[in-house]
C-alpha cells in the first residue's frame, strides 16, 4: 500500500507566534518552525501500516524553502521519499488553493491511501483533508482515533463530541488523525543520517499545471482584513463561602454552561 | 528543562554553529527523551536509590543510543561528536543516566565490537544495540583500583575451560546486567572474558548507602569458580591496553557528559539569580552573583570546546589518550566546581533535592572518581609532559 503522509511546517505553537504587519499573513520569518504536531501522528500511522502492509510512504508538503528541514526530520521518522512544492507565488494561498496544489502533486503520486494530521497549528480550518478528497473524488475518513486497514478496506473510528463514529471505505482515501491516534516514534539515530540520503522532488507550480494566479494572496478566496492581540485577562470573580460556596459554584459553573 | 532563555543565551560564543545540522538533531532526539522520559522523574528516582534501568535502556536502545559510535550488528555508526551531544544531555537529566548509557555502549559494547569473536559480537551486539540485553563492565576491584595491573581476579584453565575465581567491586550496572565484561589474570596476563550472568558461580550484589549517583546501580560481583566455555574470551583482549582503550571511549564521553551536568546547574542558577529579590532587587544583579555567573560561563564555553576538538580528532583517528585525560581532568573538575557555586546562588534551596544542583555536585563526585581519578590524570598528563612516570 502507497501512502503519501501530508507534513507542513508551522511556527512552534509553544512559543510566541503573530502574523505579519505587512500582508496578514503568518509570520514564518521569526518563528521557530517546526512540524505539524498532528502530522507527527500521521507520519507514525503511515509508518505502521507499512510495517505491516508493505509500499512506499511519501512525505509531501507544500510551503517555502525553509520547509526542507522539516521535510528532513519527518524522513528521519521512516518515510522512504518526500515531495516538495515550493513556488514563490504560493504566498498567502487560502485553504482552497492550498487544497488544490496538494491535490495536484497527490495525482501525480496516485497513492492508495492520504493521511494527515486533523488540523494545523497554525491555521486550525480543519477542511484540507475533505477538499482534497473532494477534489480527487475519492472518499475522506477525517478526525481517526483508529484506523484499521483490511486489504482495501479502511475502518476508522472517527472522533466526536460524544464518542466516536466507525466509518468505512475503499481505498483510495483521504484519512486525517488526531493525536489519539497513535504515538509518534522518536527519530532515531539512523532514521537521521539515512534522511540526508532519500530523495526529496522538488516541484513549482507550472511543474503541476497550476497558473500563478489560481493561488497565492491575489488568488485568495478569503482575506484577513483585521487582526489583534486577545485582549488581556479580566481579573476572575471572587466567591466568598458563607456555608453556601457549594451552590454558588454550581450557580456559576451553571451559568457558563460548564455543567 | 526545555532549552529556555537561560541556555541559550549560555552559549555566549555560538558554538552551536560549529556542528552540522545531522550531530543537532542527534543532540535534538536525546534532549527530547531526556525532557520526557528522564527529567520528570528523575529526582525521584535518585531519593529512592533506584532507577527503572531495563525500561530506560529500552527506550535508549530504539533510538539507536547504545554502542551509537559503533559501526555494524545494529549499531547506529554515528560519529563521535554526536556521541558526545548525546552523553551530553543525558547527564544534563543525571550522571547516574549517562553512566547507565556509558558502560553500555563504551565499556560493555565496545569490548565486545573490538575484542570479540564474530560469534560473541553476533551474540551480543545486536541485543545490547537495542536494549534487550545490558552489559556491565568488571576491571576494579575491592583491593584494586587505580592500579587495575595488580588484580587479584584468576583465570585458569581446566581442559579446554576456562574457571574465574575473584570479585569485581563498584561496577555500574551489574545488579541488572544480563552480561558482563571481566577482566582477569592468568599466568600469560590480563584477559577478558564475555560472562552471561546467569553462569553458575557469578553473583551480583546491589552496594547500598551511596550518597553519589544514586539513580545508577552499582554492584559487587563474586566470582565462585565461574566455569565458561573458551569461546568466552575475549580473543583479541590481551594485556591491560584492552580494558584501558575501553576505558578512553568512555572517558571521552565523560569529557562531554560533565559539561551537560554543569550546563544544566548553571541555567538553573541563572534563572533563579534573576527571580531571586535580596535587598530589594535580584540577586543577578550584585556585581559578586554576576563574577561567579559570569566565570561560570566562560568554563563552560572553553570545556566545550575542549569536548568538541577531542571529538573532531576522535572522528578523524587522531586522539590519543593523554587528550583524553587532560579533557576528563579539566571538564570534570570544572564542573564540579561550577556545582558547588551554583548551590551557593540558590542559597538554602541548593541544598534541597526540589532544584538537580546538589543531585549533580554530588554525582559529579564520582564522575570524578571513576574511568581514572583526578589524580591519576594528573599523572598520565605529567608523564606525557616529563616523560618520567610517576606510577611505578
Ligand atoms: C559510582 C561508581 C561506579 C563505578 N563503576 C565502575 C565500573 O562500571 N567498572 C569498573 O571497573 N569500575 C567502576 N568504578 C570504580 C572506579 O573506576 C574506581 O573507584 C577508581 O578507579 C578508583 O579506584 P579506588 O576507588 O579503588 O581508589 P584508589 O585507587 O584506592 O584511590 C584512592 C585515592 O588515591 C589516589 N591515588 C591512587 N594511586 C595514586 C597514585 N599513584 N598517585 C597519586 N594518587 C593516587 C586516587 O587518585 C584517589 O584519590 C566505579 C566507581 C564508582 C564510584
Known amino acids: 500500500m502507497n501512502i503519501v503522509v501530508l507534513v507542513k511546517q508551522v511556527p512552534d505553537s509553544g512559543s510566541e507566534r503573530g502574523l505579519s504587519a505587512d500582508d496578514k499573513t503568518v509570520d514564518r520569518g521569526s518563528a521557530n518552525n517546526v512540524i505539524n504536531e498532528m502530522d507527527e501522528y500521521a507520519i507514525e500511522e503511515a509508518l505502521k501500516i507499512q510495517e505491516a502492509h508493505g509500499g512506499e510512504v511519501t512525505v509531501l508538503t507544500v510551503g517555502p524553502q ?86 482495501a478496506t479502511l475502518t476508522v473510528e472517527r472522533q466526536t463530541d460524544e464518542g466516536y463514529e466507525v466509518v468505512t471505505a475503499a481505498t483510495p482515501a483521504v484519512v486525517s488523525v488526531w493525536d489519539t491516534i497513535n504515538e509518534p516514534r522518536y527519530p532515531s539515530f539512523k532514521g537521521i543520517m539515512a534522511a540526508k540520503k532519500k530523495p526529496v522532488e522538488t516541484l513549482s507550480l507550472a511543474d503541476l499545471g497550476i497558473a500563478a494566479d489560481e493561488v497565492g494572496l491575489s488568488g485568495a478566496s478569503s482575506a484577513v482584513v483585521e487582526a489583534g492581540k486577545r485582549p488581556p485577562r479580566q481579573g476572575g470573580t471572587k466567591v466568598t463561602d458563607e456555608g453556601d460556596g457549594g451552590v454558588k459554584l454550581v450557580e456559576f459553573l451553571a451559568s457558563e454552561k460548564f455543567v | 528543562m526545555t532549552p529556555g532563555v537561560a541556555m541559550t543565551s549560555l552559549d555566549l560564543l555560538d558554538l552551536d554553529s560549529l556542528h552540522s545540522d545531522e550531530e543537532r538533531q542527534i543532540r535534538d532526539v536525546v534532549r527530547r527523551m531526556v525532557d520526557e522520559r528522564v527529567r520528570p522523574f528523575v529526582a525521584g528516582w535518585y531519593e529512592d536509590g533506584e532507577a527503572p534501568v531495563r525500561e530506560l535502556i529500552k527506550q535508549f536502545g530504539s533510538i539507536g543510543l547504545l554502542g551509537m559510535h559503533l559501526t555494524g550488528y545494529g549499531c547506529a555508526g ?81 581442559g579446554d575451560d576456562w574457571i574465574l575465581s575473584g570479585g569485581k567491586m563498584w561496577i555500574t550496572n551489574a545488579p541488572v546486567a544480563d552480561v558482563a565484561v571481566i577482566w582477569a589474570r592468568d599466568p600469560e596476563g590480563i584477559r577478558g572474558f564475555v560472562v552471561p550472568t546467569d553462569t553458575p558461580g557469578f553473583t551480583a550484589r546491589e552496594i547500598r548507602h551511596k550518597m553519589s549517583l544514586r539513580a545508577s546501580a552499582t554492584g559487587e560481583i563474586v566470582l565462585d569458580d565461574v566455569r565458561l566455555p573458551d569461546s568466552a574470551r575475549l580473543p583479541e583482549g590481551r594485556g591491560l591496553r584492552a580494558p584501558l582503550s575501553c576505558l578512553t571511549q568512555a572517558r571521552y564521553g565523560i569529557v562531554w557528559g560533565a559539561l551537560g551536568a554543569a550546563r544544566d546547574c548553571l541555567s538553573v542558577a541563572l534563572d533563579y539569580a534573576v527571580s531571586r529579590e535580596q535587598f530589594g532587587r535580584p540577586i543577578a544583579g550584585f556585581q559578586l552573583t554576576q563574577a561567579k555567573l559570569a566565570d561560570m560561563a566562560l568554563e563552560l564555553q572553553k570545556g566545550y570546546l575542549l569536548a568538541l576538538h577531542l571529538g573532531r580528532r576522535a572522528d578523524a583517528g587522531s586522539m590519543t589518550p593523554e587528550q583524553v585525560s587532560v579533557g576528563k581532568l579539566n571538564n570534570v573538575r570544572e564542573a564540579i566546581a561550577i556545582a558547588r557555586q551554583c548551590r551557593t546562588i540558590l542559597g538554602a534551596n541548593g541544598i534541597s533535592g526540589e532544584y538537580p544542583i546538589l543531585r549533580h555536585a554530588n554525582n559529579l563526585e564520582s564522575v570524578l572518581t571513576y574511568e581514572g581519578t583526578s589524580e591519576i590524570h594528573q599523572l598520565v598528563v605529567g608523564q606525557k609532559l616529563t616523560g618520567l612516570s610517576a606510577f611505578s
Do not use: N
Open chain 1, 66 to 151: 525553509q520547509a526542507a528541514e522539516s521535510i528532513r526530520k519527518a524522513l528521519s521518522m521512516g518515510p522512504d521519499k518526500a515531495m516538495h512544492v515550493v513556488d514563490d507565488a504560493l504566498h498567502g494561498s487560502c485553504a482552497l488553493a492550498t487544497s488544490k496544489v496538494l491535490a495536484a502533486a497527490i495525482g501525480r503520486l496516485s497513492p492508495d491511501l492520504v493521511i494527515s494530521g486533523a488540523e494545523s497549528t497554525d491555521g486550525r480550518v480543519q477542511v484540507i483533508p475533505h477538499m482534497i478528497a473532494e477534489r480527487l473524488g475519492i472518499a475522506a475518513l477525517t478526525g481517526a482515533r483508529k484506523l484499521v486497514v483490511d486489504g
Open chain 2, 78 to 158: 554515528a560519529s563521535a561528536v554526536a556521541y558526545g551531544l548525546a552523553c551530553l544531555e543525558l547527564e544534563a537529566a543525571d550522571s547516574g543516566v549517562r553512566s547507565m548509557v556509558s558502560v553500555q555502549g563504551s565499556l560493555a559494547m565496545y569490548a565486545i565490537w573490538r575484542y570479540g569473536s564474530e560469534e560473541q559480537k553476533r551474540a551480543w551486539l545486536p541485543a545490547m544495540a537495542s536494549g534487550e540485553a545490558i552489559g556491565c563492565f568488571g576491571l576494579t576491584e575491592p583491593d584494586h583500583g587505580s592500579d587495575p595491573a595488580s588484580m587479584a581476579t584468576r583465570a585458569r584453565r581446566d
